[in-house]
């Protein structure tokens, strides 16, 4: 498949062409888990596999395979299709429900001969597992993966039990550009380091080679400055407010071990984050700044832009951003 028809077949699938998926909440721990069975051997892997974890899942079958199971392998598991949709009312039958959830298309007809039957496509493969993504995987990899979910809190279902599931909309597509030119290119700039691997994990971390004002410290000392993954703060934020909170407290603790850990981070004299939620920051020792003028009304411009990008209707607590901060040696006392 020429690389043009692949960009447009993921742009496609981003917008919800023809009821494509997108995920569910953002917030919630449950990705949905779907596997592509292509073979008997697949399928007895697949199985064996998701019953040493106790986990159900969604199963990707060709109609052609699906011709000679038995429903009762599949109990607890959701079916879905691999493949041509034609042997789509197969599936129905194996299933003993209408099947809704199919294999991602190679092509942009592909995907319109799912939307005629009303059938939704998987997006394309997530890099890694986020609240409410859809994971698709080969059964060869499915151990190592469903291990790696339970090590990061993530809680693996079919397709059709993660919360809140929807077709994706223009505004996804607009929203994962924006991620990719915006907040990706500034962390490659700025050499962010991602420390929210977990599914409650919420805090990114960025070395500086100086001390901004109004840091009490000299200019050329030293700093981390705290970012938050925005979609997922926003998220966790819709489940409640306490929920966030407990997160961002919990996502410290990640930074002070990568304090200690990360060579990048050795030199750090402080820690500190210009934020509009500088109460939960305050609540967990540290001091806030009051920002130069210019610089509050730049930041507060930009956490505007912020969030109507990631679509929050809530408006926070404060409207004046400061700068919240800890000295390295107290920060670790408290977080380390």
């Given at each position: 498949m ?10 496609a699938l ?16 449950r ?44 109990a ?16 129905d ?21 799912l ?11 997530a ?6 993504a ?14 790696d ?12 039990d ?26 490659r ?16 971390v ?10 009490p ?19 966790l ?39 509009l ?30 969030r109507?990008?990631?679509g ?11 700068m ?13």
């Open positions: 020429a690389p043009s028809s692949t960009a447009a077949v993921r742009a981003r917008a919800g062409r023809a009821g494509a998926w997108h995920g569910g909440h953002p917030g919630d721990p990705v949905g888990l779907s596997i592509p069975v292509r073979s008997d051997a697949d399928l007895r892997a697949a199985l064996a596999t998701l019953a040493e974890a106790g986990v159900s899942a969604t199963l990707l079958l060709s109609p052609a395979l699906a011709r000679g199971l038995d429903r009762a392998w599949l607890g598991h959701e079916v879905g299709g691999l493949g041509d949709p034609a042997g789509a009312p197969g599936l039958v194996l299933a003993g429900t209408p099947v809704t959830t199919w294999a991602t298309p190679e092509r942009l007809r592909g995907l319109r001969a939307g005629t039957r009303g059938l939704h496509a998987l997006p394309p493969g890099d890694r597992p986020a609240p409410g859809l994971l698709t995987v080969d059964p060869a990899q499915l151990p190592a993966l469903l291990a979910l339970k090590r990061l809190g993530y809680r693996p279902v079919p397709v059709r993660v919360p809140d599931l929807r077709a994706g909309t223009g505004r996804d597509l607009f929203l994962h550009g924006y991620t990719r030119l915006v907040e990706d290119r500034f962390a700039q700025h050499g962010v380091i991602d420390l929210a691997q977990r599914a409650d994990a919420v805090m990114r960025a070395p500086l080679d100086h001390a901004p004002a109004p840091l410290l000299p200019r050329t000392a030293h700093t981390a400055e705290l970012h938050l993954h925005s979609p997922r703060i926003v998220g934020a819709s489940r409640s407010a306490l929920t966030a909170y407990r997160a961002y407290l919990r996502s410290l603790r990640d930074v002070g071990a990568a304090l200690q850990d990360r060579p990048e981070l050795q030199e750090a004299q402080a820690v500190f984050a210009v934020t939620f500088h109460a939960p920051l305050a609540q967990a020792g540290f001091t806030l700044l009051d920002l130069p003028p210019a610089m509050a009304r730049w930041y507060g411009l930009g956490f505007r832009l912020l109507v990008a990631y929050t209707t809530r408006a926070p607590s404060e409207d004046t951003p400061k919240a901060w800890l000295p390295r040696d107290e920060f670790l006392r408290r977080y380390g």
